[in-house]
């Protein structure tokens, strides 16, 4: 006699705000589905919409405000989780039908609310879901989150008061996931954290045991395992403490990817005061010199905020200088815009909109120029590349130098052939301000 099964509830989720949030949103969905519930790509097919807000800039909070809004009008069913669950008054005074508001990272009240809105029918068949957990991003690449929160007080952020101080993960928990990881087909581990360079500052970098050895919870013992399991690491939000220079060889061996994301935010010492950053731009550029012969082909991209309270033309034009000198790979950029809670809010020297346009599209011009630069230097050599889609004769990846969703692509010609997750070697034929254009080798 056939078993009929139960039809589980459907959910929907809308994920927004960084990868550590999508993160939290993959945590979720895993333990929702190991219980059982189903997973909905649309808001009419789902029993519940989770939204995972982000908080972080007073446009992001609007921006999930409207996708708060949206959901509630085509669904109606909306639990709201994630950064902006510290603002849960401002959320139910503009959307009181909302079931509920959790804060960022609080697994087991989302997961307590959707069992509460759409309870699950008891079923011993349908508690199925893959070990390494589900995903929402592609198969070949996963981010791998070793730690919670920031012990930084910068005066532009905020990020402290929604998640809290540092929390890292055992070492070996972070190796054990991601050994399913790549067992399940990963390719590329990306590393990220509020400040990776401090994780296990927090528990004294106490050694944990795995496959026969201790390994410390440190940024550069981490990275050593990791990159023994056989996928490319990238190492994200790397704040330039002085172990970072551990990590070059390690880079060198080829054990991590020759990649390093770091929040420099400034150059002139009086805006970094300010914003109560570490300001040591002269000795930065030193060790950018020496990781450089350590390393030739490392890549380090950065962010930067123009227009901070109180910065000066004299302020931007050192910036300028300074970016020229570094020849960073690649560089994203900020206007200065006040957050509801920071310190910077209160500083004298507010900068006008007119000037943080103009000194915004210097930057972005400058960057673009040297950009373009590197990348074109690269034009004749062969490089390894991820595939990361295929369409027709042609495919889109990405090469050492380039992390998903931020950075540059390598687009292939005479790639048809080829499948998402391949990593292949690649001639470089051209290049713009941006990407790299080349032809698999044979």
């Known amino acids: 006699?056939?078993?009929?099964?139960?039809?589980?509830?459907?959910?929907?989720?809308?994920?927004?705000?960084?990868?550590?949030?999508?993160?939290?949103?993959?945590?979720?969905?895993?333990?929702?589905?190991?219980?059982?519930?189903?997973?909905?790509?649309?808001?009419?097919?789902?029993?519940?919409?989770?939204?995972?807000?982000?908080?972080?800039?007073?446009?992001?909070?609007?921006?999930?405000?409207?996708?708060?809004?949206?959901?509630?009008?085509?669904?109606?069913?909306?639990?709201?989780?994630?950064?902006?669950?510290?603002?849960?008054?401002?959320?139910?005074?503009?959307?009181?039908?909302?079931?509920?508001?959790?804060?960022?990272?609080?697994?087991?009240?989302?997961?307590?609310?959707?069992?509460?809105?759409?309870?699950?029918p008891p079923s011993a068949f349908l508690n199925l879901v893959p070990e390494s957990g589900l995903k929402l991003t592609p198969r070949h690449y996963s981010y791998l989150k070793i730690s919670e929160g920031c012990n930084h007080r910068c005066s532009f952020c905020i990020i402290p008061s929604l998640r809290g101080d540092l929390v890292s993960r055992r070492p070996d928990a972070i190796l054990r996931e991601a050994e399913k990881l790549i067992e399940a087909g990963t390719k590329e581990l990306l590393v990220i954290s509020q400040d990776t360079s401090a994780y296990g500052v927090d528990i004294k970098?106490?050694?944990?045991?795995?496959?026969?050895?201790?390994?410390?919870?440190?940024?550069?013992?981490?990275s050593r395992e990791l990159g023994k399991l056989g996928a490319w690491v990238r190492l994200h939000y790397v704040y330039p403490y002085p172990h970072v220079d551990q990590v070059i060889p390690l880079m060198a061996e080829g054990l991590v990817l020759p990649y390093l994301?770091?929040?420099?935010?400034?150059?002139?010492?009086?805006?970094?005061?300010?914003?109560?950053?570490?300001?040591?731009?002269?000795?930065?550029?030193?060790?950018?010199?020496?990781?450089?012969?350590?390393?030739p082909d490392i890549a380090i991209r950065s962010t930067f905020v123009v227009g901070f309270p109180g910065e000066t033309e004299d302020d931007?034009?050192?910036?300028m200088d300074w970016l020229e000198e570094a020849r960073l790979d690649r560089v994203g950029a900020f206007r200065f815009e006040p957050v509801e809670g920071a310190a910077a809010n209160d500083l004298?020297?507010?900068?006008?909109?007119?000037?943080?346009?103009?000194?915004?599209?210097?930057?972005?011009?400058?960057?673009?120029?040297?950009?373009?630069?590197?990348?074109?230097?690269?034009?004749?050599?062969?490089l390894d590349v991820i595939i990361d889609a295929v369409e027709g004769d042609g495919a889109t990846g990405r090469s050492k130098a380039d992390a998903p969703e931020i950075d540059g692509e390598v687009h292939l010609r005479d790639a048809g052939h080829l499948s998402q997750g391949d990593i292949v070697r690649v001639e470089i034929e051209d290049a713009d301000e941006h990407d790299l254009f080349g032809v698999p080798v044979a």
């Open 1 to 120: 006699m056939a078993t009929i099964l139960p039809t589980p509830p459907k959910i929907g989720m809308v994920s927004l705000g960084c990868p550590k949030n999508l993160v939290d949103s993959e945590r979720i969905l895993t333990k929702l589905r190991s219980d059982g519930y189903a997973m909905s790509p649309d808001y009419a097919g789902a029993d519940v919409v989770l939204v995972n807000t982000c908080g972080f800039l007073d446009s992001a909070k609007e921006e999930s405000l409207e996708a708060i809004g949206e959901a509630i009008a085509e669904n109606g069913r909306v639990i709201v989780t994630g950064c902006m669950g510290k603002e849960a008054e401002t959320i139910r005074a503009r959307f009181p039908n909302v079931l509920a508001v959790t804060g960022a990272h609080q697994y087991e009240e989302v997961v307590g609310a959707v069992h509460d809105a759409a309870p699950m």
């Open 205 to 222: 970098h106490h050694p944990r045991p795995w496959h026969g050895q201790e390994v410390r919870a440190h940024m550069t013992d981490l």
């Open 261 to 295: 994301d770091i929040p420099f935010q400034h150059a002139s010492r009086a805006v970094l005061k300010a914003m109560r950053r570490p300001a040591n731009e002269a000795k930065v550029l030193e060790r950018i010199r020496n990781w450089r012969t350590i390393e």
């Open 316 to 319: 931007f034009k050192y910036l």
């Open 348 to 382: 004298p020297g507010a900068v006008p909109e007119e000037i943080k346009e103009e000194r915004y599209a210097r930057l972005m011009e400058l960057t673009a120029r040297i950009s373009a630069e590197k990348l074109d230097a690269k034009v004749g050599r062969t």
